[in-house]
């Protein structure tokens, strides 16, 4: 176990937080947190019970309607974010040790994600304070005022791979923006979901304004179904996703759905490969591929197709395998069994199909115990086959050979996914034009994430709504028109 973990007990390690609280937890079932690294046992937490949503549902219900949170201004709710924040960073070491023990997040990787999301955060604050939730326009027909008020009740399900990041982006917006909320992360974040609780806790919210349950598919479920739910945020798989839109659609109730992925890195001839590669490591193997935007396709000519796998291949032997809390280890374990095993089975699909392994595919050497999966590459892909459709969220990444760029642009888009891509080029002409005819939310020149600062989000079957900047926090609001007399000033 890491050391920073092994100093520090688990904040209430017998409670859940509900209503802004810790609260002795209903249930008696438990649940076996293990080490994603050696399988050892890690912890035994409360498991959620359906009485504990219905708990914080009904909470942050109560909070919403009597009004009190929804009517402060964002500025007298800023000091509430503020204070989790400032929280949240000094729980910084623990909460990136249990993210690596129960995830498998290498802490070098989840100490730039933590540095992150304290940018994300800051800029939350500073965005919901300057933005306008109000003005008076003159109609044909007359004046009318029109602001922009709370939604309601917010339910957030964040994924496992960046929990702190989508707190930041989407969580802490919709509380400045007078919602209530309750946040539900996965299984894999039980651990660092009671640290996350206990700075929430420390920042003092009101009662019902914040609660945070770690749970199975049963319990979100639930919390997706809640009558008392206005507005669910969901952060996950397209199949999922679509789950949810759809027992929204029938209590119509709103969704933000932020979902799969599988970007494309398209190279052109002109790149040049010292520079490319490592950027495109880094896009492919960060967090063991298990980001939405990681690139799962690497599109490149046929007349440089050896050469940049020659290159890849090579790279990637020398990435570091190992104990996540090891800050010279650069690639961790998956979360769990069957995370790798999903992972491997497309490898061994896409092999039957006609693919070829040039990299990894295999459990690393040595490494007997965790869940662990080499980075691997495979060439001779097709865009039809599986392996290039379907996000697997992990380490698995494709090398597809095209004719020219117009081919190139045309096996990017040929995907029912949109979240984001990207192009390698020196020819900033040509990079412009290839940004211009990719079906994405977010696009990369010469680069390999997204700004999380500026609206993000992904068209087709990657979900809408945005999340960040502006545009995401009248996400998180509601329309009203207000009539003017036309004696009536605003």
């Not at 504990?52 to 109560?62: F, I, K, L, M, S």
């Not at 790149?271 to 690139?295: E, H, K, N, R, W």
């Not at 490898?347 to 490494?367: E, M, Q, S, T, W």
């Not at 892909?381 to 290039?388: G, K, L, Q």
Request: aromatic share 6%.
């Amino acid at each position: 176990m890491a050391d920073a973990l092994a100093r520090t007990a688990v904040p209430h390690p017998t409670d859940q937080f509900i209503g802004s609280t810790w609260v002795t937890a209903r249930g008696t079932s438990t649940v076996d947190v293990v080490h994603a690294a050696t399988e050892e046992l890690v912890a035994r937490l409360p498991a959620t019970t359906i009485a504990e949503a219905d708990a914080a549902v009904a909470a942050a219900r109560t909070a919403f309607d009597t009004g009190g949170w929804a009517s402060m201004t964002v500025v007298e709710r800023a000091p509430y974010v503020e204070r989790f924040r400032t929280a949240f960073d000094a729980r910084g070491a623990e909460i990136n040790a249990a993210w690596g023990a129960e995830a498998g997040m290498p802490v070098v990787v989840a100490n730039a994600f933590s540095s992150m999301c304290a940018v994300i955060g800051d800029d939350s604050i500073a965005t919901a304070k300057s933005i306008a939730l109000s003005d008076v326009r003159d109609t044909p027909v007359g004046s009318v005022k029109v602001i922009r008020e709370p939604v309601g009740t917010v339910l957030a399900i964040l994924t496992y791979n960046g929990p702190g990041t989508e707190i930041a982006f989407g969580v802490l917006p919709a509380l400045l923006m007078g919602n209530t909320v309750v946040v539900k992360l996965p299984p894999e974040n039980r651990l660092v979901g009671q640290f996350i609780a206990d700075a929430f806790a420390e920042a003092g919210f009101p009662a019902g304004v914040v609660s945070l349950l770690t749970a199975d598919v049963e319990v979100s479920k639930h919390l997706v179904a809640h009558p008392d739910v206005d507005l669910v945020h969901f952060t996950g798989g397209t199949e999922i996703g679509a789950d949810v839109a759809a027992v929204c659609a029938k209590r119509i109730a709103r969704t933000v759905l932020e979902l799969g992925g599988k970007a494309a890195a398209i190279v052109a001839d002109d790149a040049d490969l010292d520079t490319v590669v490592p950027s495109l490591v880094a896009g492919m193997t960060t967090y063991q591929g298990q980001l939405c935007v990681a690139f799962t396709r690497i599109l490149v000519s046929r007349a440089r197709h050896d050469e940049l796998v020659e290159r890849l291949v090579a790279a990637l032997g020398e990435i570091t395998i190992g104990d996540p809390a090891d800050p010279s280890v650069t690639f961790g374990p998956m979360p769990s069994a069957r995370i790798r095993d999903r992972a491997e089975g497309y490898v061994a699909r896409a092999v039957a199909a006609g693919a070829r392994i040039a990299h990894g595919g295999k459990r690393p050497a040595g490494l007997d115990k965790g869940f662990f999966l080499e980075p691997t590459l495979l060439v001779d892909v097709t865009n039809d086959m599986e392996v290039a459709q379907n996000e697997i969220f992990g380490p698995v990444y494709s090398v597809i050979a095209y004719d020219d760029v117009d081919d190139a642009i045309r096996i990017a888009n040929d995907t029912r996914y949109g979240l984001a891509s990207a192009v390698y080029t020196r020819d900033d002409e040509l990079a412009w034009e290839v940004a211009g005819r990719i079906r994405v939310g977010a696009f990369a020149i010469n680069g390999n994430f997204p700004v999380l600062c500026a609206p993000y989000g992904g068209v087709k079957k990657s979900g809408y709504g945005r999340v960040a900047g502006p545009e995401g926090m009248y996400e998180l609001t509601s329309i009203k028109q207000i009539v003017l007399p036309a004696h009536q000033p605003a």
